[in-house]
């Protein structure tokens, strides 16, 4: 099973929809069972076989070995055999490899990927997307020497040899401990692929190290700001893993987040729309994970988002590696990913449980069958909700159905009230006993309300990872996949910046104002007053629609323009159903006929009728001790 955290503005998101679907359901007379939250199970930590190998900034300084006179040539002889061996005649070199959509750049310095362009993508600003660039990533592996010294392979030197073949190109990157023993990273890059092979081999290496203690590979990567909100990517941005072939999980939002597994299939440094991705044929037998908040000051730290950190040990085989791995540097595109069929398309976050089902069976084949036909993705948006209230209209004619037999009981219900003031218990049994002799139930409007909530939490987790919204433009909106802007300032404002933004987006006025028509709809002369322990809807309708104001003004404005447009077809929806096709009069009618006609008690029924009775003789009993 998926083992799923929720950051805290996804809870936010969920709190209003959830808000607007209870205000629906309060207006149908309806209580409203209080979400729990599970908690996932704490899992178990198993120990790192090996420390943790040095980070990135403590990387020490190399030692050139050069053999232009006797003493360099002596000492050549004397390294055979050794690590140190690697670095004679060290020069720095870059070899670059490419195919249509990705470029990689390979130092021979720790053999290790420096540069990565996604050559088919620009950033916000119209610059290239560059995953691994300036000293931002390492991959090193760390072992220990027969003589108890650490080594790590990312402070040597490798001898680079490409060579092309049918699959593509291939590049070897060999760390020469003698001229028959090596350590080598094979690279293979296929032609229009976001993939590419990387192999692990090693000749020669149980002369050099210690085979009883395993060597460690450490993966870092911090990851680049590629979008307009640093705070909205961010929010995006994570680690992701797979495990025991079929299982994720992800390691959160926090300023440090640490997660530990077994059985590890593949590690995704995910940055929202894109990722880096290593993955492992035999899975890791336990790895750590390690992400880290950079952004501590949206106005200062505006270049990383997080800093991602995997350490998992790799094992000996005969005292050699052998391990046949893959990079993925790309877009985190769902369809993209679902391609390599590795579970990769569990890193575009569709949700946990019926919520990711919906999407993943029903919106994203919709939405990729109206993209096939249609060029505008707003007008794609707007499609996608046209259908869905089209679709969930029954729901909404049974809720409001529900809303009005309630009104048309209302005065019963009210004389009753005012009869039985001082007996709550005589109060709820006459109350239940106009429900039944009138055949209305107060709980009929509580179950088609309940039916949208997955389909609202759905499209909210949707809209904010679908991959093709970015950067298409709709009216106003430069990018649907980001806030639209009306309007802007430079001056930095504090709070109101941090929680509000620097910027006015429209959508999310719009989606608002839709959403308190839509309360002020659905209340009216029909809101009951409140009862104890229970919220105040009317400050609830006012305070909802100021809370989407402001936590939707930096959210994307794909997801706001769904909200807007789904407000306006429901207000619609409404009008045609209260003034076309429901007539109180009919209803009123109706109800008077049932009172006429004899009911008969289920054993439910009879069962609480009896228990109502006896409580009240208890009562009456205990009023009268009393006396």
Same mark, same amino acid.
């Given at each position: 099973m998926e083992n799923k955290k929720f950051d805290l503005q996804t809870v936010i998101g969920y709190v209003l929809i959830a808000g607007l679907l209870f205000w629906m359901i309060y207006n149908m007379?309806?209580?409203?069972?209080?979400?729990?939250?599970?908690?996932?199970?704490?899992?178990?930590?198993v120990e790192s076989p090996t420390p943790t190998p040095a980070p990135i900034e403590n990387k020490p300084v190399i030692q050139k070995i050069e053999t232009k006179d006797s003493l360099g040539l002596a000492k050549l002889e004397s390294l055979s055999g050794s690590f140190e061996y690697a670095n004679i005649n060290a020069q720095d070199e870059i070899t670059t490899i490419s195919n249509e959509v990705l470029e990689l750049k390979v130092s021979n310095r720790g053999g290790q990927v420096v540069e990565a362009k996604l050559k088919t993508f620009d950033t916000y600003k119209g610059e290239a997307i560059y995953l691994v660039k300036d000293n931002n990533a390492r991959f090193n592996l760390q072992f220990e020497d027969v003589s108890g010294r650490q080594v790590n392979t990312a402070d040597f030197y490798f001898t680079p040899e490409v060579t092309e073949n049918d699959e593509g190109t291939r590049l070897s990157m060999k760390l020469k401990l003698s001229d028959v023993q090596y350590i080598e990273y094979v690279y293979q890059l296929k032609s229009n692929d976001f993939m590419l092979d990387f192999d692990i081999n090693s000749v020669g290496l149980k002369d050099v190290v210690n085979t009883s203690k395993k060597p460690v590979l450490d993966w870092f990567i911090k990851g680049y700001r590629?979008?307009?909100?640093?705070?909205?990517?961010?929010?995006?941005?994570?680690?992701?893993?797979?495990?025991?072939?079929?299982?994720?999980?992800?390691?959160?939002?926090?300023?440090?987040?640490?997660?530990?597994?077994?059985?590890?299939?593949?590690?995704?440094?995910?940055?929202?729309?894109?990722?880096?991705?290593?993955?492992?044929?035999?899975?890791?037998?336990?790895?750590?994970?390690?992400?880290?908040?950079?952004?501590?000051?949206?106005?200062?730290?505006?270049?990383?988002? @997080? *800093?991602?950190? &995997?350490? !998992?040990?790799?094992?000996?085989?005969?005292? =050699?590696?052998? %391990?046949?791995?893959?990079? +993925?540097?790309?877009?985190?595109?769902?369809?993209?990913?679902?391609?390599?069929?590795r579970n990769l398309k569990e890193i575009i976050p569709t949700g946990w449980g019926l919520f990711g089902w919906i999407n993943e069976n029903v919106f994203i084949p919709f939405f990729e069958l109206l993209s096939?036909?249609?060029?505008?993705?707003?007008?794609?948006?707007?499609?996608?909700?046209?259908?869905?209230?089209?679709?969930?209209?029954?729901?909404?004619? @049974? *809720?409001?159905? &529900?809303? !009005?037999?309630?009104?048309?009981?209302?005065? =019963?219900?009210? %004389?009753?009230?005012?009869? +039985?003031?001082?007996?709550?218990?005589?109060?709820q049994q006459e109350t239940m006993a106009l429900y039944g002799k009138t055949g209305v139930s107060p709980m009929s409007g509580c179950l088609p309300a309940l039916l949208q909530i997955p389909v609202f939490y759905a499209l909210f987790q949707f809209f904010p990872s679908a991959f093709e919204l970015r950067q298409k433009p709709f009216l106003?909106?430069?990018?649907?996949?980001?806030?639209?802007t009306i309007f802007e300032w430079d001056m930095y404002i504090p709070i109101i910046s941090w929680v509000y933004g620097n910027h006015i987006s429209l959508f999310p006025i719009l989606a608002s104002i839709a959403i308190f028509f839509y309360m002020t709809m659905t209340t009216g002369q029909n809101m009951q007053p409140t009862q104890p322990g229970m919220p105040n809807m009317k400050v609830i309708m006012y305070i909802s629609p100021v809370i989407m104001l402001i936590f939707f003004n930096n959210y994307a404005s794909g997801l706001s323009l769904y909200y807007f447009i789904s407000n306006l077809i429901t207000i619609g929806i409404m009008l045609v159903i209260k003034n076309v096709i429901i007539d109180e009069k009919k209803i009123l009618a109706k109800i008077e006929a049932n009172k006429k006609k004899p009911k008969k008690k289920g054993k439910f029924a009879q069962k609480m009728q009896e228990i109502m009775k006896q409580a009240e003789e208890q009562k009456r009993l205990k009023d009268k001790n009393k006396r």
């Amino acid at each position: 099973m998926e083992n799923k955290k929720f950051d805290l503005q996804t809870v936010i998101g969920y709190v209003l929809i959830a808000g607007l679907l209870f205000w629906m359901i309060y207006n149908m007379q309806t209580q409203q069972a209080e979400a729990q939250k599970n908690t996932p199970p704490e899992k178990e930590v198993v120990e790192s076989p090996t420390p943790t190998p040095a980070p990135i900034e403590n990387k020490p300084v190399i030692q050139k070995i050069e053999t232009k006179d006797s003493l360099g040539l002596a000492k050549l002889e004397s390294l055979s055999g050794s690590f140190e061996y690697a670095n004679i005649n060290a020069q720095d070199e870059i070899t670059t490899i490419s195919n249509e959509v990705l470029e990689l750049k390979v130092s021979n310095r720790g053999g290790q990927v420096v540069e990565a362009k996604l050559k088919t993508f620009d950033t916000y600003k119209g610059e290239a997307i560059y995953l691994v660039k300036d000293n931002n990533a390492r991959f090193n592996l760390q072992f220990e020497d027969v003589s108890g010294r650490q080594v790590n392979t990312a402070d040597f030197y490798f001898t680079p040899e490409v060579t092309e073949n049918d699959e593509g190109t291939r590049l070897s990157m060999k760390l020469k401990l003698s001229d028959v023993q090596y350590i080598e990273y094979v690279y293979q890059l296929k032609s229009n692929d976001f993939m590419l092979d990387f192999d692990i081999n090693s000749v020669g290496l149980k002369d050099v190290v210690n085979t009883s203690k395993k060597p460690v590979l450490d993966w870092f990567i911090k990851g680049y700001r590629n979008a307009k909100s640093i705070s909205y990517e961010n929010r995006y941005t994570e680690i992701i893993f797979g495990f025991n072939g079929v299982e994720d999980d992800y390691t959160g939002q926090g300023e440090i987040s640490e997660e530990e597994e077994q059985n590890v299939d593949w590690i995704a440094y995910k940055q929202h729309f894109f990722t880096s991705v290593l993955l492992n044929d035999r899975p890791f037998t336990n790895a750590r994970m390690t992400s880290r908040n950079l952004v501590q000051d949206q106005q200062v730290d505006t270049l990383y988002t @997080k *800093s991602f950190e &995997s350490v !998992a040990p790799i094992a000996f085989e005969n005292g =050699e590696l052998s %391990e046949s791995m893959n990079f +993925y540097y790309g877009p985190a595109d769902y369809k993209v990913l679902d391609t390599y069929d590795r579970n990769l398309k569990e890193i575009i976050p569709t949700g946990w449980g019926l919520f990711g089902w919906i999407n993943e069976n029903v919106f994203i084949p919709f939405f990729e069958l109206l993209s096939g036909y249609i060029s505008s993705y707003g007008l794609i948006i707007i499609l996608m909700t046209i259908v869905v209230r089209i679709v969930l209209s029954p729901v909404l004619y @049974k *809720s409001y159905l &529900s809303q !009005a037999k309630m009104k048309v009981l209302r005065p =019963e219900i009210t %004389e009753i009230n005012e009869k +039985y003031k001082e007996n709550a218990m005589k109060r709820q049994q006459e109350t239940m006993a106009l429900y039944g002799k009138t055949g209305v139930s107060p709980m009929s409007g509580c179950l088609p309300a309940l039916l949208q909530i997955p389909v609202f939490y759905a499209l909210f987790q949707f809209f904010p990872s679908a991959f093709e919204l970015r950067q298409k433009p709709f009216l106003w909106a430069e990018d649907l996949s980001s806030y639209d802007t009306i309007f802007e300032w430079d001056m930095y404002i504090p709070i109101i910046s941090w929680v509000y933004g620097n910027h006015i987006s429209l959508f999310p006025i719009l989606a608002s104002i839709a959403i308190f028509f839509y309360m002020t709809m659905t209340t009216g002369q029909n809101m009951q007053p409140t009862q104890p322990g229970m919220p105040n809807m009317k400050v609830i309708m006012y305070i909802s629609p100021v809370i989407m104001l402001i936590f939707f003004n930096n959210y994307a404005s794909g997801l706001s323009l769904y909200y807007f447009i789904s407000n306006l077809i429901t207000i619609g929806i409404m009008l045609v159903i209260k003034n076309v096709i429901i007539d109180e009069k009919k209803i009123l009618a109706k109800i008077e006929a049932n009172k006429k006609k004899p009911k008969k008690k289920g054993k439910f029924a009879q069962k609480m009728q009896e228990i109502m009775k006896q409580a009240e003789e208890q009562k009456r009993l205990k009023d009268k001790n009393k006396r």
